[in-house]
């Protein structure tokens, strides 16, 4: 079997680990238009599109960030003591930076939203939506490379059910995040 990639290998990307239960990003892709008020500007059906599209994607980063910090704290709550002072810090610190960055996420994404319901110019709402999109795309590729930091830290650490636990829980994490950025990238038409 492959050495397993768990616990803090996903701090950049923000992603949770063990502990916590993630309120899965494709439920808030389900809810329906719940966060579409009467004050929408948008009137026509590509305006809508973009409200609603716009509305689901605030809404799984938000809903996924909250229990992102959580489950990575409860994580270094429960394994830190195992880590040294060093690695403690390190990974403190990859949880800090997992934090901002969903931080930006998710105000990008807010942007993207508050434009699509003023009803400003599409190519307005694109132009945010893109920068959503990237700072998705930032927060995905800061996971691996944490992923590749802290795996051979971590790898020691842990007894085997530990490791598959942790594995179980960050393979759910990546498919919450993966979910995240499907709705990111939907306001966003190709």
């Known amino acids: 079997m492959r050495p397993i990639r768990i616990a803090l290998a996903t701090l950049s990307g923000?992603?949770?680990l063990v502990g916590a239960a993630i309120l899965p990003?494709?439920?808030?892709?389900?809810?329906?238009?719940?966060a579409t008020t009467t004050a929408l500007k948008a009137t026509g059906p590509n305006e809508r599109a973009y409200v609603t599209s716009a509305d689901a994607a605030y809404q799984a980063v938000s809903q996924?960030?909250?229990?992102?910090?959580?489950g990575?704290?409860?994580?270094?709550?429960?394994?830190?003591?195992?880590?040294?002072?060093?690695?403690?810090?390190?990974?403190?610190?990859?949880?800090?930076?997992?934090?901002?960055t969903l931080v930006q996420l998710e105000a990008k994404t807010r942007v993207t939203r508050t434009l699509a319901r003023s009803g400003a110019r599409t190519a307005r709402i694109q132009q945010a939506a893109t920068?959503?999109?990237?700072?998705?795309?930032?927060?995905?590729?800061?996971?691996?490379?944490?992923?590749a930091e802290m795996q051979p830290m971590l790898q020691s650490k842990l007894s085997l059910f530990e490791g598959l636990q942790a594995k179980?829980?960050?393979?759910?994490?990546?498919?919450?995040?993966?979910?995240?950025?499907?709705?990111?990238?939907?306001?966003?038409?190709?």
């Open 64 to 70: 996924f960030r909250p229990a992102s910090h959580l």
């Open 72 to 100: 990575l704290t409860a994580f270094l709550s429960h394994y830190g003591d195992r880590l040294t002072l060093e690695q403690l810090q390190r990974a403190q610190a990859l949880v800090a930076q997992a934090d901002i």
């Open 131 to 147: 920068a959503a999109s990237r700072a998705f795309d930032t927060a995905s590729n800061s996971t691996a490379s944490a992923m």
């Open 168 to 190: 179980l829980e960050l393979d759910r994490s990546l498919r919450d995040f993966a979910a995240v950025g499907v709705a990111v990238k939907a306001v966003r038409p190709q």
């Open 14 to 16: 923000g992603l949770l």
């Open 25 to 34: 990003a494709a439920a808030a892709l389900a809810a329906p238009g719940g």
